[in-house]
Each structure stands twice: as C-alpha cells, then as structure tokens.
C-alpha cells in the first residue's frame, strides 16, 4: 500500500512510469532516511507528539534497518525508501510521519547523503594534492619545455608542471566548500513547503543531525532541491575540469612525439593488431568521466528550469543525474592517486636540440639586462632564431615567485590546508 493510498489503484503502467528509478537509486538514500527518521522521531518525543514508550520500541527497530542499509542489506519492495521503512516499522510505523512530508525527507535525505560523499571526495583530493605537491618537489629541478599553443614557448620544469596541478586543487576545495555550506541547511520540518502546524522544534533536528544552520523559510527549503544538486554539481565540475586536463596532459606527454612522461604498464593497454602499442587509456577514460561530470550542471539546471515555487514531480529526475556523480569523481580521484607516484619522467629533454629554441626569451632577458633595449634584443635574438644561428649556452636564473626557481610549494600547502580546515564534515 502506497503511504498516499487513497481507495484506489492506479494503471500500473502509471506506477512504473512515476515510481521511475526511485527503488534503485532510494538504496543509497536509505542510510540517511533513516537517520533522518531517527532524529525526527526524537524531536517528536521531546514536544509530546509521541511517548516515550513508541520512542523506545521504534529507535531499535530503526538502528537495526540503519545497519542493514549500511550493509547493503536493505531491500525495497514498496513504491520508495520512506514507504519502506514506515512499512518496515509495523504498526508504530503510521505515526513517524507527524509534521513530514516526503518532500522535506528526500531533500534531508539528499543532503545527508551528499554531506557524506563529500567528505569522502575531500579527502581523496587531499591525498591527490599531497602527491602532486610530493612529486613537484622531487622533480623541481628537473626541466621541461614549456609551450603556448603547442609550441614550443619557455623553458618549464616537472616542479612546475605538477604544482600548477596541485594549486588548482585549492580552488577546486574552495568551490567544494562553498558547496558544503549550501548544503548544510537542514529542510526537514518544512514539510510539502508550508511548514506544519504541528510545534515541530526545526532547530533540534538540526543539531541533532549535525546541520550547521537549518534553511530557515519552508518555500526556501523546497527550492533548495535542485539549487543545492545545481551547486555542488557545479563544484565537481571545476575539479573534473582539473582531472581532465591533467588527464589529457598524461596522454600527451607520454606519446612518443613527446616522450615526456612513461606511464606506469598497469595503466596502459595493448592494441589487438598492434603489437608495440601501449595505450593510455586509463587517462583517457578519466577524461571522458570529467567531460561527462562537467555536462551535469546544465542538464540539472535544464530540469529545474522555469518551474514556480513549490515542489514539483520534475525534481524526482534529478536524482538520476545527481546521485551517481560522486561515485563516477571518486573513481577518476582514485585511478590518479594511483598513477601519480610510478609515472617516470625524462630526465634530459632540454639538452635536446629540438627544445634550443624554449631559452629565447632567456636570452632576450640577458641583453637586456647588459644594457640592450628590450625591443633590440627581441629583434636580435628573432633574427638569429630565422637565420638559424641561435645558441643559447646561458644558465637559468628564474627568482621570482612562482617560478621555476621558487615555485612556491610551501606557500600552495599552506592555502590549501587553510580552505580545508573550515570543512566542517573533514
């Protein structure tokens, strides 16, 4: 029986249709329903809308589905998680719902679960950034050319190369941050959007689940569904951004036109027909999940488009885009954790005569510096580059920050451990 029945059945090809794919994706939901049910039942207790007595008899019966849902154990036969677990409850079950609606459970439900994977996305960016900064300072010596357009620009280095990485990653915790912070207003107790008129204490089932604030207008908490899913999806797509280019860089470099970086051999693949090949496709396949992480946004913003205030049936899709994400991130997160410390680095590209031309801009610098307008030496040493005649026998004084020779990696440490210290589900 649905919790809504009203005496009558629906065509069952209307309940596939709107029951959708709540049953398969509800299951990583159930958790925290039931946390949310828990802390609702309390707070019911404590304003004397259910005795101490039904408390004491449905708080055990709760943890034990807690545990069966953290187990992987939990099943749903009925229309979704909350009709389940009243189900679930028996008789005592009818009276959890008091000043609910399952409008406010499912955006609870959402942020619980979305509070939870992001502090498990927060920590493996910790580890990758930890290891860009590791790698970086082990390769800070070490050059490499530097390009602009694909063209060969300026001496560069594997320090270099790796720390811009990592100091992407502090803005990518920033923008998770924020995320967090939109996410961390509890909208249980606003009901379909009106509030009850039962004297529901909000603010004690935000303590209790651990909310930093509660989302404090009931329309507001209702339209926070898919503005929240919009803003956190938002924060992953800067740092899929990040991962894809770093990704596409690997690809790159490790092709023998480059020969900058040897992949590790476990992460690379053969060809069929091509005996010599070795393939990276396990960094092109992370590209792809974050060109696809960075398409969630407009299609969660396409779905809530033009839709008044109020709850709508439209919200029950964005599930389907929203609930996987993290999954999909955490894998791209976890192949380059892996990755990262076997990646080999050519240790004597800019001896090359191919890479001469990368210390133009090194010899332009030293004219200037003995006296030579900035604009001569520029025609001089472009001269010089179409005659063939460039040499360059210099060596590299790179001081300021941020350079070659100063990259500054303590300073990026200290940002970022600066934004991860304000995570409050660190």
């Known amino acids: 029986m649905k919790i809504w029945d009203k005496g009558f059945d629906n065509d069952p090809r209307i309940d596939r249709f709107t029951v959708g794919k709540d049953r398969e994706l509800d299951l990583l939901l159930a958790p925290y329903d039931i946390e949310g049910t828990m802390a609702h039942i309390r707070m019911l207790s404590e304003v004397g809308l259910l005795s101490r007595e039904d408390l004491a008899q449905l708080l055990p019966a709760l943890e034990k589905l807690h545990r069966e849902a953290l187990e992987g154990k939990f099943e749903i036969h009925s229309e979704d998680v909350h009709s389940e677990v009243e189900e679930r409850l028996g008789p005592l079950g009818k009276k959890v719902h008091t000043g609910r609606s399952r409008n406010d459970q499912v955006a609870l439900d959402i942020k ?12 493996k960016v910790q580890t990758l950034f930890r290891l ?20 060969v620009a300026m001496p560069s280095s594997f320090g270099l190369w790796l720390g811009a990485y990592a100091e992407c990653l502090c803005d990518d915790l920033l923008l998770l941050k924020a995320a967090e912070e939109i996410n961390g207003r509890n909208p249980l107790g606003s009901a379909a959007g009106y509030g009850s008129s039962a004297p529901l204490k ?16 009931s329309i507001y908490a209702q339209m926070g569904r ?14 899929a951004a990040t991962l894809g280019r770093f990704a596409t860089d690997c690809c790159l470099f490790s092709s023998q036109n480059f020969g900058f970086v040897r992949l590790p051999d476990a992460f690379t693949t ?6 010599q090949k070795k393939n990276p496709d396990v960094f092109e396949l992370v590209r792809a999940h974050c060109n696809y992480l960075q398409g969630i946004p407009a299609q969660l913003r396409l779905l809530c488009a033009n ?4 709850y709508f049936r439209d919200m029950q899709l964005l599930k389907e885009l929203y609930l996987p994400l993290f999954e999909r991130m955490d894998d791209c997160l976890d192949i380059l954790i892996l990755a990262l410390p076997g990646m080999q680095v050519a240790t004597d590209l800019m001896s090359l005569p191919l890479y001469e031309q990368a210390f133009c ?18 025609r001089q040493v472009g001269k010089a580059v179409q005659e063939g005649s460039f040499h360059f026998s210099g060596s590299l004084h790179h001081t300021h920050e941020g350079s070659i020779g100063r990259l500054c990696l303590e300073e990026i440490c200290t940002r970022f451990e600066s934004i991860l210290e304000q995570f409050v589900g660190k």
């Open 270 to 275: 053969g060809s069929s027909i091509m005996p």
């Open 307 to 310: 839709l008044p205030a109020g």
């Open 361 to 378: 801009v090194e010899e332009v610098n030293r004219l200037a510096e003995s006296g030579v307008p900035f604009r001569d030496a520029y």
């Open 226 to 239: 898919g503005r929240t899913e919009i803003s956190v999806a938002n924060a992953y797509a800067s740092l």
């Open 112 to 123: 619980l679960f979305t509070r939870a994977r992001m502090t498990r996305t927060v920590k």
């Open 132 to 151: 860009f900064i590791k790698r970086a300072d082990e390769l800070r010596d070490l050059l490499m050319p530097g390009y602009t357009h694909l063209q």
């Open 202 to 217: 909000r603010q004690r089932t935000t303590e209790l689940l651990g909310f930093p604030s509660l989302a404090y207008n």
